[in-house]
């Protein structure tokens, strides 16, 4: 097991989570939470801004089930940093996605096991990628 710098943020960081895919999402946020994460699920890209409403979030996470949902996370991310330019965004995307124009802050792995590590490092390193 690994032991990480600063366990407290990992525990105390609020992530809010969105996806394109129903499915998936739900299916995401049940593995976060099981592994610890303090996370919102915000259904779709376009339920981000209700949720952002008044609060404030270490990371927000949109996850890219498809290259077909590329524009529309995009479009997500754009207007989350609009309201808090130093919100930081991340997608989790599969490998092949990685080069589609996302354009946000960082591009997480959607495998289970390499997301949990990943949101881990990044957390317990102060939210550097």
Known sequence: MMTYKNERSRTH??????????RHGKSMH???????????????????????????FDVVLLEVTSEHAVE?????????KRANAGQFVGYLADADLET??????????????????ALRRFLAEGGAV
């Open 13 to 22: 960081a609020s992530i809010l989570l969105a996806s394109d895919s129903e």
């Open 30 to 56: 049940h593995l976060l939470k099981e592994n610890g994460f303090a996370i919102d699920y915000a259904g779709s890209y376009s339920g981000v801004d209700a949720h952002m409403e008044g609060r404030n």
């Open 72 to 80: 529309s996370a995009v479009d997500a991310a754009l207007r989350v």
């Open 100 to 117: 589609s124009g996302l354009a946000g802050d960082a591009v997480f792995p959607r495998n289970a096991e390499k997301l949990r590590e």
